[in-house]
């Protein structure tokens, strides 16, 4: 009787164990073996690596072992039966003893062991010597594995996705030990689920799920494995997540992550990637560096290592990413992992530390670049390292770097950086010649060459610039209506006692910038100079209560302009404050009187409005040409585009209104004429307008464009050998001034105010007694300037009796 109880409850244990091992989760929690093998990233807001399962010292399948030792007869010698059949065959349902009946404390005993509600069909028990020891140490159970999905990629000997599937049952099955030849396990004969893991394998999955469907309608008691119909749920959420990355909605990439935690494994590294930079695009960049360390702390691939941090360092930041290099790992010659992509990363820290002024890169990065520099000889390196060591005002660090990037390749961005360097170093006057080339590449660049211009105009002693590089500034500042540099004009001007010029050019700078206060403190200061007191009063009422020292101006003669150009745009170097030079010595006094039309004036503005100038001294010079209106040449247009004839209306037009640079692109167009004599007109016109904007030189090669007669042709070499003398002057050239006027006076009879400048040429080359001779001359004729003149003779010759 004993061994028959024995038998029956050795039976309901058996089925009892056989129902766990197909229900996984049942016998976790039966015998406390419930675990987590499953990352919980999206759960928990953080990624976790697999965590074993607990109550490890319980082996169910040892227990199942015995049981089936005691009940089951001897093997027969024909049995080959598998020894995971158990596992594999299909059971039945039934209606299982309450979970209560199954004691979970201690391991139960023939003894011990509670009697079954229902008695099973009778089983002939085995003969044994004793009955198992209670004490004995048993392993844990292992749950059912399907490993059709194994059994597929072994037969088509995808060893790829073979690995793939043994870390995913190791994921979720931590005690379970992949077969040790996975191409060696059976085929399944149902041929119709192979057709369907084909499916898979070849991700049409809208097919599958239409095989699956039609298979159960026709076989309605056919179940497709779970393990299918997992993956098949997972491959489709991995589709939807990848589209979803794809199309960047990275919203949706977070939610699918999160209800679908198994694709967070390091077998889909992608999905990782794409999960993290959701993350970061979505503002949680800290989740989406943790799912980088994830990757870095638990995936072994090399590549994907690597090619983690590469990902990385495009979407985190400096900082961040320090975090993530801390992880890296030694290799076996005892190099670090990344090396091969850290001379990428410094050049990556480097470009971003010129983005963030406050962010301080390491030295190491900064040598790294330095040192490939110098190797590989790149300009865009140089041209890190120039705008780094720029930005944290290393300017002659940065020179180094930008005229080494300059010298490999000659780019905007080499020479705005190298004008940049050159202005901070107070050489503006090589800056201009740097950028001039680039300054209509970009807004920031052309800003950095007016920069330069401001900064060459304020120089002070003033610079001695060739009439090219004034025309070619003049023109720019201009077209872009740049009012700091239209405002050193103003002082430039001044310093070379060109006081008509100078009010013209701070006259254009207000029209540009109304509430200019500097340009209006500089107009000002030049109208009392020019004794124009109406012009003072109407400045002084305009600026009543916005400028005490433009209200409060008396005494102009000892002050100094200390009105500073406005800082150029776009974060370029403000420019340097001028200071009023002294005049040259024994220079005519003009203050009052300037000097003779033909004065030469290098700097003349184009104004906006009418500004009424000074009558040139060619206005003697009567030309037979049609009656000219100022209307119709007020606006700016292309001269190219009008027929010579309108053309050289226009030209005309300009000159009337005190516009010679746009009259000399009209007249240039007027010179395509087949009339000759429009042509002869258009070469006069041109050179008139030269000589209006002081370019004598431009002037003389303008008159050579058409022949002219006799008459023009010596009223032109006499303009221009005037011009000439005056600017040989202001350079302090005297002797050279003298062989002008030589020259001149050969062609006409020498004006009063040309023989005062010869009088002050041989006062400065102590020549006193022709000074006194020229000067007597002209005073004899009540020049007062001459008059002066001689009392500087007397002054320089005889200083004890003027005391």
């Known amino acids: 009787m004993k061994s028959s109880l024995v038998a029956v409850s050795a039976a309901v244990v058996v089925a009892s164990l056989v129902t766990g091992l197909k229900d996984r989760a049942a016998l976790q929690e039966r015998f406390g073996l419930a675990g987590k093998p499953a990352p919980e990233l999206m759960m928990m807001g953080r990624i976790k690596p697999n965590e074993a399962a607990g109550n490890s010292e319980f082996n169910a399948q040892l227990v199942a072992d015995k049981i089936e030792a005691i009940t089951s007869p001897p093997p027969s010698a024909s049995d080959t039966s598998d020894p995971n059949a158990v596992a594999q065959q299909p059971v ?68 790829v996705r073979l690995q793939a599937e043994i870390s995913r049952l190791q994921a979720l099955y931590p005690n379970w030990v992949p077969p040790a030849d996975p191409l060696a396990v059976p085929q399944n004969g149902d041929k119709q689920l192979e057709a369907m893991w084909q499916l898979y394998s070849d991700g049409r999955y809208a097919e599958l799920r239409k095989a699956l469907a039609d298979r159960q309608a026709a076989d309605a008691g056919w179940q497709p494995p779970a393990d299918l119909l997992d993956r098949l749920a997972v491959a489709e959420d991995r589709a939807r997540l990848i589209n979803a990355s794809d199309l960047k909605q990275y919203a949706t990439v977070v939610d699918i992550a999160a209800t679908t935690p198994s694709l967070l494994t390091c077998s889909e590294v992608d999905v990782l990637w794409r999960v993290a930079e959701a993350f970061i695009q979505t503002k949680r960049q800290q989740r989406g560096q943790d799912a980088y360390s994830y990757i870095l702390k638990n995936c072994p691939n090399p590549a994907e290592r690597q090619a983690t941090v590469e990902k990385a360092s495009t979407l985190l930041a400096y900082q961040p990413m320090q975090a993530l290099l801390a992880l890296e ?56 390292l120039g705008w780094y060591q720029l930005r944290r005002n290393n300017d002659a660090e940065a020179e180094k770097w930008f005229r080494a990037a300059r010298a490999k390749e000659d780019t905007a961005a080499a020479s705005q950086g190298l004008a940049l360097a050159l202005i901070a170093r107070k050489a503006p006057q090589e800056a201009e010649d ?148 002294t005049p040259p010595a024994q220079r005519p006094a003009t203050a009052a009187e300037p000097l003779p039309a033909e004065r030469r004036t290098p700097l003349q503005p184009e104004p906006d409005v009418a500004v009424r100038p000074a009558r040139p001294a060619m206005q003697t010079v009567t030309v037979a040409r049609g009656s000219r209106q100022t209307r119709g040449c007020s606006t700016t ?156 003779v007397r002054n320089v010759t005889h200083p004890d009796v003027n005391d």
């Not at 011990?112 to 008695?119: D, E, L, N």
């Not at 091969?340 to 962010?359: C, V």
């Not at 307008?689 to 303008?702: T, W």
């Open 434 to 581: 740097v950028m001039f080339r680039w300054r209509a590449d970009s807004d920031d660049a052309s800003a950095t060459y007016l920069a330069a211009t401001a900064n060459l105009m304020a120089l002070q002693p003033p610079a001695d610039l060739a009439e090219d590089v004034l025309h070619r500034i003049a023109a720019e500042v201009i077209a872009r209506k740049y009012v700091p540099t239209a405002q050193q004009f103003g002082w430039y001007a001044r310093s070379l006692n060109q006081f008509q010029t100078a009010a013209r050019w701070f006259e254009t700078a207000l029209v540009w910038k109304a509430d200019d206060e500097p340009s209006a403190y500089g107009l000002v200061v030049t109208r009392e100079q020019l004794s124009d007191r109406k012009g003072v009063l109407d400045l002084q009422r305009a600026w009543a209560g916005r400028s005490a020292r433009i209200t409060n101006l008396e005494d102009t003669s000892s002050l100094m302009p200390n009105g500073g150009a406005l800082p150029p745009e776009k974060g370029t170097l403000t420019p340097q404050q001028p200071v009023q030079p």
């Open 92 to 159: 039945p349902p039934q209606s299982a003893a309450p979970q209560s009946a199954t004691p979970s404390a201690p391991q139960p005993t023939p003894q011990t062991m509670p009697q079954p509600a229902a008695s099973p069909a009778p089983v002939t028990p085995a003969i044994v010597s004793e009955p198992p020891a209670p004490q004995q140490a048993v392993a844990p159970t292992q749950p059912a594995v399907d490993e059709s999905a194994l059994r597929y990629f072994a037969s088509r000997g995808d060893k």
């Open 637 to 792: 247009i292309d001269a190219g585009q009008l027929s010579p004839t309108n053309a050289l209306s226009r030209g005309w037009c300009l000159m009337d209104i005190n516009r010679p640079m746009e009259a000399i692109s009209a007249f240039e167009a007027a010179l395509q004429s087949p009339v000759r004599k429009d042509r002869e007109d258009a070469a006069y016109g041109q050179s008139l307008a030269y000589l209006r904007a002081g370019l004598s030189s431009n002037a003389a090669v303008a008159a050579t464009k058409a022949p002219q007669n006799r008459q023009r042709a010596a009223e032109l070499q006499v303009a221009i050998l005037a011009d000439r003398a005056l600017s040989a002057f202001d350079a302090g050239r005297y002797r050279e001034t003298l062989i002008y006027l030589d020259q001149r006076a050969q062609l006409q009879q020498e004006r009063i105010d040309l023989m005062v400048l010869r009088g002050y040429c041989y006062l400065n080359l102590k020549m006193y007694g022709d000074a006194t001779r020229i000067f007597e001359a002209a005073a004899a004729t009540g020049s007062r300037d001459a008059a002066r003149g001689l009392a500087d």
């Open 329 to 384: 790992k030694p290799t076996a010659d005892g190099s670090k992992e990344f090396d091969a992509i850290r001379d990428n990363l410094a050049r990556r820290f480097m470009a971003e530390g010129n983005e963030d002024l406050k962010l301080a890169i390491a030295p190491e990065y900064v040598a790294r670049v330095e040192k490939l520099a110098g190797t590989e000889g790149l300009a865009s390196d140089a041209l890190l």
